[in-house]
């Protein structure tokens, strides 16, 4: 063979071998990239061929799709719209999956492993493939009572079952409505896409679960459950100064208001928290020091660590300490101390179920689209940060902050709710954030909340805790009681 012809075989093999594994390198590499990008048009048609599967609450349906008579042959629909977008998200023909529609995507669009059989079944008989479907552990009473009792803030709640773990409300303010995302007319998609985009705050944020706040003055009850595990008791008299200077530094430490806490400039411990005095905890803190505060935050949780439930919980944590001064402002939930209101709620369902952490959880069920049960979440103990001794003291304490301190607001007659109010001051430009955490009936714990307003201004005990009572209210009457 002379060299043009060598030279021109040389170069035809070449480029075989690369087509070669170029092909590979797409439909094995690059496969399930491929077949997940929702530009890919084949397989956008595939899954509007099958019924997506529905995501399920107390028996009805809060997502589901319904039949059409367009190219797209299912449309997906949110009947109740607001009300619970942010666990559901939304489904687009344009933009990728938010919250439950991407976490459980594979069971919905049924694709998940554990449906192989069904499919197998599905090719021979001729049946209509379909997605499975998600039920969730949410009280239909608690959501509603959440969203009426947030109208008008930007905010977050998030109610428990302390001896289970499960999320019985997740709501969050402003929202928006899904459906409009998941129309077939991709003009209206992407300008209502637009505007939200626009809007400020965003409404598809969950802030129950996808932002980290400064918690204010919840985090003495952290603070609290050091003390009394270090030995220290409700009626421990500690320093309760009017004015408290930082050690090292010529800044001043003031109660809300620049009230007095005691005229004897020292209080019980279970006054300080009822009254939530800032110099009493920001020198306790300091006296307990950085490890013990540090060591107890930590084992509630805040540990700068994201987990599942299956949406994405942002960390919470709190942050560097770099002298006694910083200590002091950790101690009274200031500074870097960051926690979703997700975290706060499991603060007070951790003291509620005698110091046992249960891990949260949003999915009940997961169903074949015959409604066979394929998988079922059961309650796990997640962490024990307090023993029930501490627990039972700091329930007095709370209990105290409701019935004769910082959290009246959520008294309901007949029930006794423990409580902490939070009042977290962002800049000198905004307004404050407001808190409340707590459980009810407090000898008898079927529920734990976790309310927070953005900036709303005003006190916790004013602005939050009257919200929780209205969730407590909403899920205790709905249990007979």
Request: charged share 20%; net charge negative; glycine share 8%.
């Amino acid at each position: 063979m002379n060299a043009p012809l060598r030279r021109v075989a040389i170069s035809v093999l070449v480029l075989f071998t690369l087509l070669i594994v170029n092909v590979n390198w797409i439909q094995v590499v690059r496969s399930d990239e491929l077949r997940t990008n929702q530009s890919n048009t084949r397989v956008l048609a595939a899954e509007y061929d099958r019924e997506r599967g529905a995501i399920i609450v107390n028996g009805t349906a809060i997502a589901e799709s319904v039949p059409t008579d367009g190219r797209l042959k299912y449309l997906r629909n949110y009947p109740q719209g607001a009300l619970y977008a942010a666990v559901t998200g939304y489904h687009s023909l344009i933009y990728n999956n938010s919250q439950l529609e991407y976490a459980e995507n594979e069971i919905l669009a049924g694709t998940d492993p554990r449906l192989t059989f069904r499919r197998l079944a599905d090719m021979f008989t001729g049946r209509d493939p379909a997605g499975g479907d998600v039920v969730l552990t949410l009280d239909p009473a608690v959501q509603e009572a959440a969203m009426a009792g947030l109208e008008g803030v930007t905010g977050a709640v998030v109610a428990l079952d302390p001896q289970t773990g499960a999320i019985l409300g997740m709501a969050s303010t402003p929202s928006y409505d899904p459906t409009r995302l998941s129309s077939h007319d991709p003009a209206d998609i992407r300008a209502y896409w637009d505007e939200l985009e626009a809007a400020d705050p965003d409404p598809r944020l969950n802030r129950a679960i996808g932002d980290n706040y400064p918690p204010g003055s919840l985090f003495k009850v952290i603070v609290s459950a050091a003390a009394l595990e270090e030995g220290r008791t409700p009626d421990t008299v500690i320093p309760a100064p009017d004015i408290l200077t930082l050690p090292q530094t010529s800044t001043q430490l003031r109660n809300f208001g620049n009230s007095r806490c005691s005229p004897t400039q020292e209080q019980p411990l279970i006054e300080a928290l009822t009254i939530s005095c800032n110099t009493a905890f920001a020198q306790l803190g300091i006296d307990l020091g950085e490890d013990k505060i540090r060591e107890m935050a930590e084992a509630f949780g805040l540990d700068d660590e994201g987990f599942d439930i299956p949406l994405k919980v942002e960390p919470s944590g709190i942050g560097e300490i770099e002298s006694e001064a910083a200590l002091g402002q950790t101690s009274i939930g200031q500074r870097d101390v960051r926690m979703t209101p997700l975290q706060a709620a499991l603060v007070a369902a951790t003291v509620a179920n005698d110091g046992v952490q249960m891990k949260p959880y949003l999915v009940d069920q997961v169903q074949a689209p015959d409604l066979t049960v394929i998988d079922s979440t059961e309650p796990e103990e997640w962490r024990e940060p307090i023993s029930a001794e501490v627990a039972d003291q700091l329930t007095e304490m709370m209990l105290s902050v409701v019935e004769n301190g910082s959290g009246r607001a959520a008294r309901i007659a007949g029930v006794q709710v423990a409580g902490k109010t939070g009042t977290a001051q962002v800049s000198d430009e905004v307004a404050d954030h407001t808190w409340f955490m707590g459980f009810a009936p407090a000898d008898d714990p079927q529920i734990a909340v976790a309310v927070f307003v953005a900036n709303g201004g005003g006190t916790g005990g004013e602005r939050s805790a009257p919200i929780a009572r209205q969730v407590i209210e909403a899920y205790l009457n709905g249990q007979g009681n």
